[in-house]
C-alpha cells in the first residue's frame, strides 16, 4: 500500500484498529496476514513518530516560557 501523502495520526490508529478488528474476528485470510502485519507495523511506527514529534514541540513551547509566567 504505498501513499503519495503522509498519513494523520488519527488515520493510523483507525487503519491499525480495522487490521486488528480483522485478524481478530478472523476475517483476514491466511495470505494477507504478513502483509497485514507488515502494514500494522508501519502505522505503529509513524504514529509513535507523531507522539514524539508533538511531545517534543510541546516540551518546546513549555520551556520557552518565562517562569514568571
Do not use: F, H
Not at 500500500?1 to 478472523?26: C, F, K, P, T, W
Request: proline share 1%; no cysteine; charged share 30%.
Amino acid at each position: 500500500m504505498a501513499e503519495n501523502r503522509e498519513i494523520s495520526y488519527n488515520e493510523a490508529i483507525a487503519e491499525v484498529e480495522q487490521i486488528l478488528a480483522s485478524l481478530g474476528d478472523g476475517t483476514a485470510d491466511i495470505d494477507s496476514l504478513s502483509e497485514r502485519t507488515k502494514r500494522a507495523t508501519e502505522l505503529i511506527a509513524a504514529a509513535r513518530a507523531k507522539l514524539r514529534k508533538a511531545e517534543n514541540e510541546i516540551s518546546a513551547l513549555l520551556y520557552e516560557q518565562p517562569a514568571n509566567q
